[in-house]
Protein backbone atom coordinates (compact mmCIF):
# COMPACT_ATOMS: atom_id res chain seq x y z
CA UNK A 1 0.00 0.00 0.00
CA UNK A 2 1.41 3.59 -0.89
CA UNK A 3 2.01 5.63 2.11
CA UNK A 4 -0.76 7.83 1.25
CA UNK A 5 -2.87 5.80 1.10
CA UNK A 6 -2.22 4.38 4.31
CA UNK A 7 -1.87 7.74 6.11
CA UNK A 8 -5.21 8.28 4.56
CA UNK A 9 -6.64 5.03 5.79
CA UNK A 10 -5.06 6.07 9.65
CA UNK A 11 -6.91 9.48 9.15
CA UNK A 12 -9.97 7.68 8.09
CA UNK A 13 -10.01 5.65 11.38
CA UNK A 14 -9.79 9.17 13.60
CA UNK A 15 -12.31 10.98 12.17
CA UNK A 16 -14.50 9.22 10.04
CA UNK A 17 -15.43 10.25 6.53
CA UNK A 18 -17.80 12.83 7.13
CA UNK A 19 -15.87 15.62 8.97
CA UNK A 20 -14.41 18.13 6.96
CA UNK A 21 -10.83 18.13 7.44
CA UNK A 22 -7.94 20.49 8.19
CA UNK A 23 -4.30 20.02 6.88
CA UNK A 24 -1.72 22.65 7.87
CA UNK A 25 2.06 23.61 7.31
CA UNK A 26 3.47 26.32 7.38
CA UNK A 27 7.11 28.11 7.10
CA UNK A 28 9.46 31.14 8.28
CA UNK A 29 9.90 33.24 5.54
CA UNK A 30 13.50 34.88 6.59
CA UNK A 31 14.94 34.58 3.17
CA UNK A 32 15.11 32.25 -0.07
CA UNK A 33 13.11 29.13 1.05
CA UNK A 34 15.68 25.75 0.32
CA UNK A 35 14.41 22.63 -1.72
CA UNK A 36 13.97 20.76 1.69
CA UNK A 37 10.66 23.13 3.06
CA UNK A 38 9.45 21.25 -0.16
CA UNK A 39 9.12 17.94 1.44
CA UNK A 40 6.11 18.97 4.40
CA UNK A 41 4.12 20.81 1.21
CA UNK A 42 4.39 17.93 -0.85
CA UNK A 43 3.41 15.22 1.86
CA UNK A 44 0.78 17.54 3.40
CA UNK A 45 -0.72 18.62 -0.30
CA UNK A 46 -0.70 14.63 -1.35
CA UNK A 47 -2.45 13.46 1.83
CA UNK A 48 -5.10 16.20 0.68
CA UNK A 49 -5.57 15.13 -2.91
CA UNK A 50 -5.58 11.35 -1.64
CA UNK A 51 -8.55 12.06 0.66
CA UNK A 52 -10.15 14.47 -2.11
CA UNK A 53 -10.13 11.97 -4.11
CA UNK A 54 -11.95 9.89 -1.80
CA UNK A 55 -14.75 12.11 -1.06
CA UNK A 56 -13.57 13.09 2.13
CA UNK A 57 -13.43 17.33 2.28
CA UNK A 58 -10.36 18.92 3.34
CA UNK A 59 -8.55 22.24 3.01
CA UNK A 60 -4.45 22.54 3.02
CA UNK A 61 -3.57 25.28 5.08
CA UNK A 62 0.10 26.33 3.92
CA UNK A 63 0.86 29.61 6.87
CA UNK A 64 3.91 31.63 5.87
CA UNK A 65 5.16 32.97 8.94
CA UNK A 66 6.07 36.70 8.88
CA UNK A 67 5.77 37.42 12.35
CA UNK A 68 8.87 35.86 13.38
CA UNK A 69 11.70 38.23 13.56
CA UNK A 70 14.79 38.32 11.44
CA UNK A 71 17.63 36.68 13.93
CA UNK A 72 19.70 36.25 11.21
CA UNK A 73 20.44 38.01 7.74
CA UNK A 74 20.84 36.55 4.62
CA UNK A 75 24.32 36.09 2.96
CA UNK A 76 22.82 37.28 -0.30
CA UNK A 77 21.24 40.37 0.50
CA UNK A 78 22.74 43.90 1.57
CA UNK A 79 23.68 43.00 5.20
CA UNK A 80 24.88 46.51 6.50
CA UNK A 81 21.66 48.17 4.79
CA UNK A 82 19.43 45.17 7.19
CA UNK A 83 21.43 45.20 10.37
CA UNK A 84 19.10 48.09 11.97
CA UNK A 85 16.11 45.61 10.51
CA UNK A 86 17.68 42.73 13.41
CA UNK A 87 14.79 41.59 16.08
CA UNK A 88 12.07 43.35 13.49
CA UNK A 89 9.24 40.74 12.60
CA UNK A 90 9.34 40.01 9.03
CA UNK A 91 6.41 41.40 8.02
CA UNK A 92 7.68 44.73 8.89
CA UNK A 93 11.18 44.60 7.16
CA UNK A 94 11.80 46.02 3.52
CA UNK A 95 11.69 44.02 0.40
CA UNK A 96 14.86 43.51 -1.16
CA UNK A 97 15.93 46.89 -3.75
CA UNK A 98 17.92 46.49 -6.36
CA UNK A 99 18.80 45.92 -9.71
CA UNK A 100 17.71 41.96 -11.29
CA UNK A 101 15.34 41.69 -9.12
CA UNK A 102 12.21 39.62 -10.28
CA UNK A 103 9.99 41.50 -12.19
CA UNK A 104 7.03 39.61 -10.01
CA UNK A 105 8.19 40.11 -6.42
CA UNK A 106 9.87 44.02 -7.27
CA UNK A 107 6.77 45.63 -5.53
CA UNK A 108 6.44 43.18 -2.74
CA UNK A 109 5.38 45.39 0.28
CA UNK A 110 7.86 43.23 2.93
CA UNK A 111 11.11 41.32 2.67
CA UNK A 112 8.53 37.76 4.05
CA UNK A 113 6.07 38.55 0.81
CA UNK A 114 9.19 39.19 -1.74
CA UNK A 115 10.77 35.17 -0.85
CA UNK A 116 6.95 34.37 -0.36
CA UNK A 117 5.95 34.91 -3.86
CA UNK A 118 9.34 32.91 -5.52
CA UNK A 119 8.22 29.81 -2.49
CA UNK A 120 4.55 30.14 -3.89
CA UNK A 121 5.48 29.97 -7.36
CA UNK A 122 7.37 26.85 -6.61
CA UNK A 123 4.64 25.19 -5.01
CA UNK A 124 2.13 25.97 -7.60
CA UNK A 125 4.88 25.03 -10.50
CA UNK A 126 4.87 21.41 -8.46
CA UNK A 127 1.11 20.95 -8.47
CA UNK A 128 -0.09 22.23 -4.63
CA UNK A 129 -2.88 24.18 -4.20
CA UNK A 130 -2.81 25.21 -0.49
CA UNK A 131 -4.84 27.94 0.91
CA UNK A 132 -2.27 30.39 2.18
CA UNK A 133 -2.07 32.60 5.37
CA UNK A 134 -0.18 34.94 6.82
CA UNK A 135 0.70 34.69 10.71
CA UNK A 136 0.99 38.44 10.69
CA UNK A 137 -2.65 38.37 9.58
CA UNK A 138 -3.83 35.67 11.70
CA UNK A 139 -2.90 37.85 15.03
CA UNK A 140 -3.73 41.48 13.97
CA UNK A 141 -7.17 39.76 13.22
CA UNK A 142 -7.53 38.75 17.02
CA UNK A 143 -7.99 35.11 15.86
CA UNK A 144 -5.47 34.05 18.08
CA UNK A 145 -6.49 36.20 20.96
CA UNK A 146 -8.01 33.24 22.71
CA UNK A 147 -5.23 31.83 22.58
CA UNK A 148 -2.88 34.35 23.71
CA UNK A 149 -4.85 34.61 26.73
CA UNK A 150 -5.37 30.88 28.01
CA UNK A 151 -1.63 31.00 27.50
CA UNK A 152 -0.85 33.98 29.62
CA UNK A 153 -3.32 33.04 32.35
CA UNK A 154 -1.88 29.32 32.37
CA UNK A 155 1.90 30.47 31.90
CA UNK A 156 3.08 29.15 35.02
CA UNK A 157 1.46 25.44 33.21
CA UNK A 158 3.74 26.23 30.58
CA UNK A 159 6.43 26.73 32.64
CA UNK A 160 6.14 23.11 34.20
CA UNK A 161 5.39 21.75 30.68
CA UNK A 162 8.99 23.63 29.34
CA UNK A 163 11.00 21.89 32.29
CA UNK A 164 8.93 18.59 32.67
CA UNK A 165 8.82 17.46 28.48
CA UNK A 166 11.66 19.39 27.35
CA UNK A 167 14.51 20.29 30.49
CA UNK A 168 14.05 24.06 29.62
CA UNK A 169 13.44 25.85 32.63
CA UNK A 170 12.17 29.80 32.24
CA UNK A 171 12.29 32.40 35.35
CA UNK A 172 9.68 33.18 37.58
CA UNK A 173 7.58 35.89 36.29
CA UNK A 174 8.10 34.67 32.80
CA UNK A 175 5.32 35.15 30.26
CA UNK A 176 4.39 33.49 26.98
CA UNK A 177 4.61 36.21 25.00
CA UNK A 178 7.13 38.34 22.43
CA UNK A 179 6.11 41.88 22.70
CA UNK A 180 6.60 44.13 19.52
CA UNK A 181 8.00 47.56 21.12
CA UNK A 182 6.12 50.61 20.59
CA UNK A 183 9.40 52.64 20.08
CA UNK A 184 11.74 50.50 17.82
CA UNK A 185 9.62 47.66 16.45
CA UNK A 186 11.67 44.91 17.19
CA UNK A 187 10.29 41.81 19.10
CA UNK A 188 13.28 39.49 19.96
CA UNK A 189 14.47 42.38 21.95
CA UNK A 190 11.71 42.33 24.72
CA UNK A 191 10.56 40.31 27.80
CA UNK A 192 7.34 40.81 29.20
CA UNK A 193 6.27 40.40 32.34
CA UNK A 194 2.89 40.98 34.53
CA UNK A 195 -0.11 40.18 33.04
CA UNK A 196 -2.89 41.67 34.46
CA UNK A 197 -5.55 40.54 32.48
CA UNK A 198 -5.36 43.17 29.93
CA UNK A 199 -1.69 44.41 29.24
CA UNK A 200 1.06 43.12 29.76
CA UNK A 201 4.69 45.15 31.13
CA UNK A 202 7.66 45.24 29.11
CA UNK A 203 11.16 46.01 28.48
CA UNK A 204 13.00 46.04 25.12
CA UNK A 205 17.00 44.91 25.96
CA UNK A 206 19.61 46.90 24.91
CA UNK A 207 21.90 44.02 25.43
CA UNK A 208 23.37 42.11 22.17
CA UNK A 209 20.68 39.36 21.69
CA UNK A 210 20.12 36.63 19.16
CA UNK A 211 21.96 37.41 15.69
CA UNK A 212 23.18 40.64 16.92
CA UNK A 213 19.91 42.48 17.66
CA UNK A 214 19.92 45.01 20.37
CA UNK A 215 16.79 46.79 21.32
CA UNK A 216 16.31 50.48 22.64
CA UNK A 217 15.73 50.25 26.44
CA UNK A 218 12.07 51.22 26.28
CA UNK A 219 9.74 49.90 28.76
CA UNK A 220 6.19 50.13 28.99
CA UNK A 221 2.74 48.56 29.10
CA UNK A 222 0.72 47.26 26.43
CA UNK A 223 -2.49 44.60 25.28
CA UNK A 224 -0.74 41.57 23.93
CA UNK A 225 -3.60 41.00 21.98
CA UNK A 226 -4.67 41.99 18.32
CA UNK A 227 -1.06 41.84 16.86
CA UNK A 228 0.61 43.54 19.82
CA UNK A 229 2.47 40.27 20.32
CA UNK A 230 3.09 37.01 19.42
CA UNK A 231 3.88 34.01 21.09
CA UNK A 232 6.74 31.72 21.29
CA UNK A 233 7.35 28.73 18.94
CA UNK A 234 6.30 26.20 21.52
CA UNK A 235 3.49 27.99 22.29
CA UNK A 236 2.76 29.40 19.06
CA UNK A 237 2.52 26.15 17.06
CA UNK A 238 -0.40 24.24 19.04
CA UNK A 239 -2.01 27.69 19.55
CA UNK A 240 -2.50 27.77 15.65
CA UNK A 241 -3.59 24.35 15.97
CA UNK A 242 -6.73 25.82 18.05
CA UNK A 243 -7.06 29.00 16.06
CA UNK A 244 -6.99 27.11 12.85
CA UNK A 245 -9.13 24.05 14.08
CA UNK A 246 -6.45 21.54 12.58
CA UNK A 247 -6.45 18.01 12.30
CA UNK A 248 -3.54 17.11 10.67
CA UNK A 249 0.24 18.18 10.78
CA UNK A 250 3.22 16.87 10.28
CA UNK A 251 6.71 17.89 10.99
CA UNK A 252 10.07 17.20 10.55
CA UNK A 253 12.39 14.87 12.37
CA UNK A 254 13.65 17.29 14.39
CA UNK A 255 10.42 18.80 15.44
CA UNK A 256 9.55 15.43 16.95
CA UNK A 257 12.45 13.59 18.82
CA UNK A 258 11.09 13.02 22.73
CA UNK A 259 11.16 16.45 24.49
CA UNK A 260 10.84 18.49 21.17
CA UNK A 261 9.01 21.08 20.25
CA UNK A 262 6.28 18.62 18.82
CA UNK A 263 6.15 16.74 22.24
CA UNK A 264 5.71 20.12 24.39
CA UNK A 265 3.57 21.55 21.75
CA UNK A 266 1.00 18.14 22.33
CA UNK A 267 1.07 18.65 25.90
CA UNK A 268 -0.12 22.60 25.81
CA UNK A 269 -2.66 21.75 22.80
CA UNK A 270 -4.12 19.43 25.87
CA UNK A 271 -3.55 21.03 29.11
CA UNK A 272 -3.75 24.75 27.91
CA UNK A 273 -6.05 24.96 24.88
CA UNK A 274 -8.33 21.95 25.88
CA UNK A 275 -7.87 19.98 22.29
CA UNK A 276 -6.11 16.98 21.08
CA UNK A 277 -3.48 17.59 18.85
CA UNK A 278 -3.74 16.73 15.09
CA UNK A 279 -2.37 13.59 13.88
CA UNK A 280 1.80 13.83 13.38
CA UNK A 281 3.12 12.74 10.43
CA UNK A 282 6.89 13.18 10.77
CA UNK A 283 9.43 13.00 7.71
CA UNK A 284 12.85 13.15 7.37
CA UNK A 285 14.79 15.90 5.83
CA UNK A 286 15.52 16.81 2.06
CA UNK A 287 19.54 16.73 2.07
CA UNK A 288 22.01 18.13 -0.38
CA UNK A 289 24.80 15.92 -0.16
CA UNK A 290 24.11 14.10 3.18
CA UNK A 291 23.75 18.28 4.97
CA UNK A 292 20.73 19.88 6.23
CA UNK A 293 20.24 22.61 4.54
CA UNK A 294 19.53 26.09 5.39
CA UNK A 295 17.82 28.66 3.36
CA UNK A 296 18.32 32.39 5.36
CA UNK A 297 21.91 30.91 5.86
CA UNK A 298 22.03 30.06 1.85
CA UNK A 299 23.41 26.37 2.65
CA UNK A 300 21.83 24.29 0.16
CA UNK A 301 19.91 24.60 -3.44
CA UNK A 302 17.00 26.89 -3.22
CA UNK A 303 13.14 25.25 -3.61
CA UNK A 304 13.26 27.74 -6.87
CA UNK A 305 16.88 26.83 -8.41
CA UNK A 306 15.80 22.86 -8.04
CA UNK A 307 12.07 23.57 -9.63
CA UNK A 308 14.03 25.27 -12.73
CA UNK A 309 16.44 22.41 -13.09
CA UNK A 310 13.43 19.59 -13.55
CA UNK A 311 10.34 18.99 -14.57
CA UNK A 312 7.29 19.48 -12.42
CA UNK A 313 6.72 14.98 -13.06
CA UNK A 314 10.10 15.07 -11.71
CA UNK A 315 10.35 16.94 -9.14
CA UNK A 316 6.56 15.12 -8.01
CA UNK A 317 8.23 11.96 -8.45
CA UNK A 318 11.23 12.77 -5.77
CA UNK A 319 8.52 14.70 -3.36
CA UNK A 320 6.39 11.97 -3.35
CA UNK A 321 8.11 8.73 -4.20
CA UNK A 322 10.54 8.54 -1.14
CA UNK A 323 8.78 7.15 2.13
CA UNK A 324 8.16 10.78 4.62
CA UNK A 325 10.50 8.57 7.41
CA UNK A 326 13.61 8.54 4.54
CA UNK A 327 15.83 11.35 3.80
CA UNK A 328 15.96 12.70 -0.19
CA UNK A 329 19.55 12.99 -0.74
CA UNK A 330 20.65 15.56 -3.61
CA UNK A 331 23.27 16.78 -4.92
CA UNK A 332 22.88 18.89 -8.75
CA UNK A 333 26.75 18.61 -9.32
CA UNK A 334 26.63 14.73 -9.11
CA UNK A 335 24.45 12.04 -10.80
CA UNK A 336 21.28 13.18 -9.01
CA UNK A 337 19.40 14.47 -12.15
CA UNK A 338 20.10 11.31 -14.74
CA UNK A 339 19.30 9.30 -12.04
CA UNK A 340 15.66 10.58 -11.41
CA UNK A 341 15.18 10.64 -15.09
CA UNK A 342 15.96 6.93 -14.97
CA UNK A 343 13.47 6.36 -11.91
CA UNK A 344 11.16 8.32 -13.47
CA UNK A 345 11.34 6.30 -16.70
CA UNK A 346 11.08 2.71 -15.41
CA UNK A 347 8.09 3.62 -13.37
CA UNK A 348 6.59 4.99 -16.41
CA UNK A 349 7.59 1.18 -18.52
CA UNK A 350 5.49 -0.81 -15.50
CA UNK A 351 2.74 1.53 -15.21
CA UNK A 352 2.50 1.50 -19.28
CA UNK A 353 3.37 -2.56 -19.51
CA UNK A 354 0.68 -3.54 -17.29
CA UNK A 355 3.10 -5.14 -14.55
CA UNK A 356 0.96 -2.74 -11.90
CA UNK A 357 -1.91 -4.58 -11.51
CA UNK A 358 -1.16 -7.20 -8.97
CA UNK A 359 -4.50 -9.49 -8.16
CA UNK A 360 -5.25 -9.77 -4.38
CA UNK A 361 -3.83 -13.41 -2.91
CA UNK A 362 -5.33 -14.84 -0.34
CA UNK A 363 -8.99 -15.18 0.41
CA UNK A 364 -9.92 -11.64 1.76
CA UNK A 365 -13.12 -10.99 0.41
CA UNK A 366 -12.44 -8.50 -2.37
CA UNK A 367 -9.44 -11.28 -3.55
CA UNK A 368 -13.45 -13.18 -3.84
CA UNK A 369 -14.36 -10.69 -6.15
CA UNK A 370 -11.25 -10.73 -8.65
CA UNK A 371 -10.19 -7.67 -7.92
CA UNK A 372 -6.85 -6.15 -8.93
CA UNK A 373 -4.76 -3.48 -6.54
CA UNK A 374 -1.93 -0.85 -8.71
CA UNK A 375 1.49 -1.17 -6.79
CA UNK A 376 3.27 1.21 -4.86
CA UNK A 377 5.04 2.39 -8.11
CA UNK A 378 1.98 2.59 -10.39
CA UNK A 379 0.37 4.21 -7.62
CA UNK A 380 2.84 6.85 -7.17
CA UNK A 381 2.94 7.23 -10.90
CA UNK A 382 -0.70 8.09 -10.78
CA UNK A 383 0.21 10.50 -8.28
CA UNK A 384 2.89 12.00 -10.29
CA UNK A 385 0.67 13.17 -12.97
CA UNK A 386 -2.45 13.64 -10.54
CA UNK A 387 -4.23 11.29 -11.39
CA UNK A 388 -3.71 11.17 -15.22
CA UNK A 389 -0.97 9.77 -16.49
CA UNK A 390 0.42 10.18 -20.21
CA UNK A 391 -0.48 7.83 -22.66
CA UNK A 392 2.84 5.08 -24.13
CA UNK A 393 5.75 7.50 -25.14
CA UNK A 394 9.08 6.87 -25.94
CA UNK A 395 11.54 7.80 -23.01
CA UNK A 396 15.05 8.55 -24.35
CA UNK A 397 17.50 8.22 -21.41
CA UNK A 398 18.37 11.45 -20.16
CA UNK A 399 22.40 10.92 -20.06
CA UNK A 400 22.13 10.01 -23.56
CA UNK A 401 20.37 13.32 -24.30
CA UNK A 402 22.73 15.01 -21.95
CA UNK A 403 25.56 13.48 -24.78
CA UNK A 404 24.04 14.61 -27.93
CA UNK A 405 22.85 18.17 -27.02
CA UNK A 406 26.64 18.55 -26.71
CA UNK A 407 27.51 17.32 -30.07
CA UNK A 408 26.33 20.07 -32.47
CA UNK A 409 26.81 17.89 -35.77
CA UNK A 410 23.96 15.53 -34.97
CA UNK A 411 20.53 16.36 -35.06
CA UNK A 412 18.85 15.32 -32.18
CA UNK A 413 15.69 14.28 -33.30
CA UNK A 414 17.19 12.23 -35.68
CA UNK A 415 19.45 10.45 -33.41
CA UNK A 416 16.84 9.83 -30.60
CA UNK A 417 14.27 8.45 -33.87
CA UNK A 418 16.87 6.02 -34.69
CA UNK A 419 17.61 4.82 -30.94
CA UNK A 420 13.94 4.32 -30.67
CA UNK A 421 14.02 2.20 -34.01
CA UNK A 422 16.85 0.01 -32.03
CA UNK A 423 14.81 -0.05 -28.89
CA UNK A 424 11.63 -1.19 -30.47
CA UNK A 425 13.48 -3.65 -32.81
CA UNK A 426 12.18 -1.66 -36.00
CA UNK A 427 14.47 -2.26 -39.23
CA UNK A 428 14.56 1.35 -39.67
CA UNK A 429 14.02 4.62 -38.08
CA UNK A 430 10.38 5.89 -36.95
CA UNK A 431 9.31 9.27 -36.89
CA UNK A 432 8.64 10.19 -33.30
CA UNK A 433 5.25 11.71 -31.76
CA UNK A 434 3.90 14.67 -31.29
CA UNK A 435 4.30 14.23 -27.56
CA UNK A 436 7.61 12.47 -27.96
CA UNK A 437 9.08 15.02 -29.65
CA UNK A 438 7.68 17.59 -26.40
CA UNK A 439 8.84 15.08 -24.43
CA UNK A 440 12.74 15.45 -26.25
CA UNK A 441 12.81 19.00 -26.54
CA UNK A 442 11.81 19.28 -22.78
CA UNK A 443 14.58 16.98 -21.40
CA UNK A 444 17.21 18.73 -23.92
CA UNK A 445 16.58 22.18 -22.44
CA UNK A 446 17.26 20.60 -18.58
CA UNK A 447 20.29 19.12 -20.18
CA UNK A 448 21.37 22.24 -21.66
CA UNK A 449 20.67 24.09 -17.98
CA UNK A 450 22.32 21.46 -15.75
CA UNK A 451 25.01 21.13 -18.06
CA UNK A 452 25.70 24.64 -17.86
CA UNK A 453 25.35 25.02 -14.30
CA UNK A 454 26.06 21.24 -12.08
CA UNK A 455 26.75 18.72 -14.27
CA UNK A 456 30.49 16.84 -13.03
CA UNK A 457 33.17 17.22 -15.70
CA UNK A 458 32.12 13.24 -16.37
CA UNK A 459 28.89 14.16 -17.85
CA UNK A 460 30.69 16.92 -20.48
CA UNK A 461 31.68 15.60 -24.32
CA UNK A 462 33.91 17.40 -26.54
CA UNK A 463 34.75 16.19 -29.63
CA UNK A 464 38.33 17.08 -30.08
CA UNK A 465 39.33 18.60 -33.36
CA UNK A 466 42.83 17.89 -33.18
CA UNK A 467 44.43 14.86 -31.89
CA UNK A 468 45.00 14.44 -28.12
CA UNK A 469 48.68 14.67 -26.82
CA UNK A 470 48.50 11.32 -25.47
CA UNK A 471 51.02 8.27 -25.02
CA UNK A 472 49.09 4.79 -26.01
CA UNK A 473 50.35 1.43 -25.28
CA UNK A 474 51.38 -1.05 -28.28
CA UNK A 475 48.59 -3.29 -26.71
CA UNK A 476 46.58 -0.39 -26.94
CA UNK A 477 47.50 0.68 -30.91
CA UNK A 478 47.18 -3.36 -31.46
CA UNK A 479 43.08 -3.02 -30.70
CA UNK A 480 42.62 0.51 -32.19
CA UNK A 481 44.12 -0.84 -35.63
CA UNK A 482 41.32 -3.41 -35.58
CA UNK A 483 38.29 -1.11 -34.85
CA UNK A 484 40.13 1.04 -37.95
CA UNK A 485 39.71 -2.27 -39.77
CA UNK A 486 36.61 -2.68 -39.07
CA UNK A 487 35.44 0.94 -39.96
CA UNK A 488 36.74 1.11 -43.28
CA UNK A 489 35.43 -2.23 -44.40
CA UNK A 490 31.77 -0.74 -43.46
CA UNK A 491 30.14 2.63 -45.37
CA UNK A 492 27.48 2.35 -42.69
CA UNK A 493 28.12 1.87 -38.89
CA UNK A 494 25.24 0.39 -36.58
CA UNK A 495 25.58 1.38 -32.96
CA UNK A 496 24.92 -2.33 -31.39
CA UNK A 497 26.52 -4.50 -34.57
CA UNK A 498 29.86 -1.53 -33.37
CA UNK A 499 29.04 -2.49 -29.91
CA UNK A 500 29.24 -6.32 -30.22
CA UNK A 501 32.54 -6.13 -32.69
CA UNK A 502 34.02 -4.15 -30.17
CA UNK A 503 33.73 -6.55 -27.05
CA UNK A 504 34.93 -9.01 -29.84
CA UNK A 505 38.08 -7.04 -30.72
CA UNK A 506 38.62 -6.38 -27.32
CA UNK A 507 38.36 -10.27 -26.26
CA UNK A 508 40.77 -11.20 -29.45
CA UNK A 509 43.40 -8.97 -29.03
CA UNK A 510 43.47 -9.63 -25.09
CA UNK A 511 43.63 -6.10 -23.87
CA UNK A 512 42.02 -5.03 -20.44
CA UNK A 513 38.70 -3.54 -21.16
CA UNK A 514 39.72 -0.60 -19.20
CA UNK A 515 42.36 0.09 -21.47
CA UNK A 516 40.64 -0.77 -24.45
CA UNK A 517 37.38 1.76 -23.90
CA UNK A 518 39.82 4.11 -22.38
CA UNK A 519 41.83 4.41 -25.56
CA UNK A 520 38.75 4.96 -27.95
CA UNK A 521 37.67 8.11 -25.57
CA UNK A 522 41.03 9.58 -25.26
CA UNK A 523 41.63 10.02 -28.87
CA UNK A 524 38.00 11.34 -29.37
CA UNK A 525 37.36 13.12 -26.45
CA UNK A 526 40.50 13.46 -24.61
CA UNK A 527 38.92 12.03 -21.53
CA UNK A 528 38.86 7.90 -20.27
CA UNK A 529 35.41 7.88 -20.23
CA UNK A 530 32.30 8.57 -22.32
CA UNK A 531 29.03 7.45 -23.43
CA UNK A 532 28.13 3.52 -24.74
CA UNK A 533 30.87 3.02 -26.49
CA UNK A 534 29.60 1.49 -29.74
CA UNK A 535 26.22 3.89 -30.00
CA UNK A 536 28.90 6.80 -29.47
CA UNK A 537 31.11 5.88 -32.30
CA UNK A 538 28.80 5.04 -34.96
CA UNK A 539 27.08 8.53 -34.69
CA UNK A 540 30.79 10.74 -35.27
CA UNK A 541 31.30 11.52 -38.69
CA UNK A 542 33.00 8.08 -40.61
CA UNK A 543 35.69 9.87 -42.20
CA UNK A 544 36.74 11.99 -39.20
CA UNK A 545 36.82 8.82 -36.82
CA UNK A 546 38.95 7.61 -39.60
CA UNK A 547 41.67 10.05 -40.17
CA UNK A 548 41.42 9.82 -35.86
CA UNK A 549 42.72 6.25 -35.72
CA UNK A 550 45.04 6.35 -38.30
CA UNK A 551 46.31 9.32 -36.02
CA UNK A 552 46.21 6.87 -32.87
CA UNK A 553 47.88 3.71 -34.88
CA UNK A 554 50.78 5.84 -36.33
Request: proline share 5%; net charge negative.
Amino acid sequence: MFWTDKIVGEIKDRFGTDKELTIRDEITMSGRVHVGSMRGVAIHGAVAQVLAEGGIKNTFIYELNDFDPMDDIPSYVDVESYKKHLGKPLHAIPAPEGEGLPASRGQAGSFAEYYAREFQEVIEQAGFRPTYAWTYELYKSGKMNDAIRKALEGADTIREIYKKVSGAERPEGWLPIEIVCEQCGKILTTEAHDFDGGTVAYTCSTKEGVGGAVGCGYEGRISPFDGNGKLPWKVDWPAKWLAHGVDIEGAGKDHTTKGGSRDVGNHIAREIFGITPPIDIPYEFFLVGGKKMSGSKGVGASAADISRLVPTKIFRLVLLGTLPKRAINMDPAGDTLPTWFDWYDKIAEKYWSGEEAKAIAGSSSDASQGEAFRDDDARLFELVHEGSPPERLYLPRFSTVAFLVQMPHLNLEEEIANIKAEYEQRGEASLLTEGERDELAARAQFARTWLGQYAPERYKFEIQEAMPEIALSPEQKGALARVLEYIEQHEELDGQEMHTRLHEIRKETNIEPKEFFAALYLITLGKENGPKVGWFLSVLDRSFLIKRLHEAVA
